[in-house]
């Protein structure tokens, strides 16, 4: 536990990353969910050894922060104790209402494990970048399309029954489209894809391959027979033969990998890591907030009740007296769910309305409309020793305050990183050395468009939501009228408030 991860490499229970407020860890129970004691257990593990403070990301994982050295071995023990089976490897994700959703198309799980099993027989995990992902979508009620991956599935209806969407490099909008196949053809086409980016190198994703390569993964079904992958070597990466010492392939199927476009100038030192070496893997990020699920969703003969962390934190206490009320109350199982949020499912109808108030009084996020959800904040000052401002108490501040004219996301981060939101965002208030920074449309990393004192900065929102209210048209969003308003404008609002305070 000496060594931890860097920035980019998967803060996972054995490689724990370090942080502005310590060490951080991330875990995905294989089952999907867990039930209510193991929630509550690995809350008092997070508050016997971190700082109390528990995250749900965007993609849906588990977060434990402030950790030393010697504490995380411990959590982890205690974890291992626990009986918690965590995933490793090339995330998979199928969405967290996966299996029990009566609108699925298909039950997206059993696809995503023959992919799994697909990458390990052939050695791809040690030689994919710590970012590479795969969604595998059944469709119904809560999707990814938010999210991006390297490789989609998604379950369609078909003349002959169910078949898979396959895409590449992107979200579920953007994602380029290879083609529409059964399920054995789309563990096929996927590893093919995967592969392909793992012989370009372990920061390479799916949409660094070439249009050549793009062609042959979308031919590939009508070339190759079903499951006829090579074996990859995770330490040379050299073809050879199966991993179960099945002997070579025969020749028409040598020609119908040659049809694949596998490597263009490989470079056999920039590949794969060393032997033994296996950096971890962080989330993707989406091309925009994914939406939390809140409230209730039917399941036939019961229904997913969905609760939200506030800007995706939350102190393990209050998530151990939230995870007790719902086991009174009859919940079998809380599952993970991108956008920051809790499932809960098994309770009796009668159930949901005491725990959303229980939920509500603990400061959970329990409606749609709730102005939080359109905020996100790193945990900021105190608590990152790499903030310069105090994020969580601007966001309390502007959603109370704010709150009708929040239809755009607010990104408000500690330091330039941008953490809590990689990506651009409407407006962004950046802690730096000139205080709080406001930057129009654009990332953290950003030059702010103007500055004023971090403790001032929500008022310096007021004035720009001012601004929005007396120049917005009928019927407009608040969004569209920031764009017509334009970065001067919105600077001179935000700068506005500091200017009469000194009158």
């Known amino acids: 536990m000496n060594a931890f991860s860097r920035r980019g490499a998967c803060p996972a229970l054995s490689a724990p990353m370090q942080t502005g407020d310590g060490l951080l860890v991330r875990l995905n129970p294989v089952s999907g969910g867990l039930s ?8 008092q593990s997070a508050l016997r050894h971190g700082n109390g403070i528990m995250e749900v990301t965007a993609r849906g994982s588990l977060q434990i922060r402030g950790l030393t050295a010697e504490s995380a071995l411990l959590l982890a023990t205690e974890v291992d104790a626990l009986g918690i089976a965590v995933r490793t490897g090339v995330p998979i994700e199928t969405g967290p209402l996966a299996g029990i959703d009566p609108q699925e198309i298909a039950d997206p799980r059993p696809l995503a494990e023959r992919i799994r099993a697909a990458i390990e027989e052939v050695g791809l995990a040690a030689r994919l970048g710590p970012k590479v992902s795969v969604i595998v979508e059944g469709g119904g009620q809560l999707t990814l399309d938010a999210v991006t991956a390297d490789v989609r599935l998604k379950a369609v209806r078909a003349s002959n029954g169910i078949a898979w969407s396959v895409s590449v490099a992107g979200d579920g909008r953007t994602a380029r489209p290879l083609a529409t196949v059964g399920d054995h053809a789309a563990t096929d086409i996927a590893v ?13 994703h799916a949409r660094d391959l070439s249009e050549r390569q793009f062609g042959s993964l979308a031919g590939w079904h009508s070339v190759a027979p079903p499951s006829v992958l090579p ?7 050299e073809i050879g033969n199966s991993a179960d010492g099945a002997p070579p392939a025969k020749p028409e199927m040598r020609s119908a990998l040659s049809a694949l476009e596998i490597s263009e100038g ?11 070496e296996m950096s971890g893997r962080t989330e993707g990020g989406a091309t925009e907030r994914v939406q939390p699920p809140i409230g209730a969703f039917d399941l036939n003969t019961d229904a997913a009740l969905g609760i939200a962390f506030p800007y995706g934190s939350m102190p393990a206490d209050k998530i151990i007296n939230l995870a007790q009320s719902a086991l009174a109350l009859g919940t079998s199982e809380i599952r993970l769910a991108p956008g920051r949020a809790l499932l809960f499912l098994g309770q009796p109808a009668a159930a949901t309305q005491p725990l959303q108030h229980t939920a509500s009084t603990l400061g959970f996020i329990t409606i749609p409309t709730d102005p939080r959800t359109r905020i996100a904040a790193c945990p900021g000052t105190p608590a990152c020793a790499s903030g ?23 990104h408000i981060s500690g ?4 953490c809590a939101h990689p990506g651009a965002a409407a407006l962004t208030i950046v802690g730096g050395e000139n205080g709080a920074g406001l930057v129009v449309n654009a990332t953290a990393k950003a030059l702010p468009a103007g500055y004023r004192p971090g ?3 929500a008022r310096g929102i007021g004035r720009v939501a001012a601004a929005i209210r007396s120049a917005r048209y009928q019927g407009e969003t608040a969004a569209h009228c920031l764009t017509r308003l334009g970065p001067a404008a919105i600077a001179e609002a935000y700068r506005q408030a500091q200017t009469e305070k000194r009158k």
Do not use: Q
């Open 36 to 43: 209510p004691r193991l929630l509550i257990g690995i809350a």
């Open 192 to 204: 093919a894809a995967l592969r392909m980016v793992a012989e370009k190198g372990r920061d390479a």
């Open 231 to 237: 074996d990859i070597s995770p330490t040379r990466g």
């Open 266 to 276: 490989r470079d056999e030192n920039s590949i794969s890591p060393l032997v033994g």
């Open 388 to 410: 310069r401002i105090a994020t969580r108490d601007i966001a309390e501040a502007v959603a109370a305050e704010n709150a009708g004219i929040l239809d755009f996301t607010l």
């Open 415 to 418: 330091c330039a990183k941008g």
């Open 455 to 457: 403790y001032d900065a």
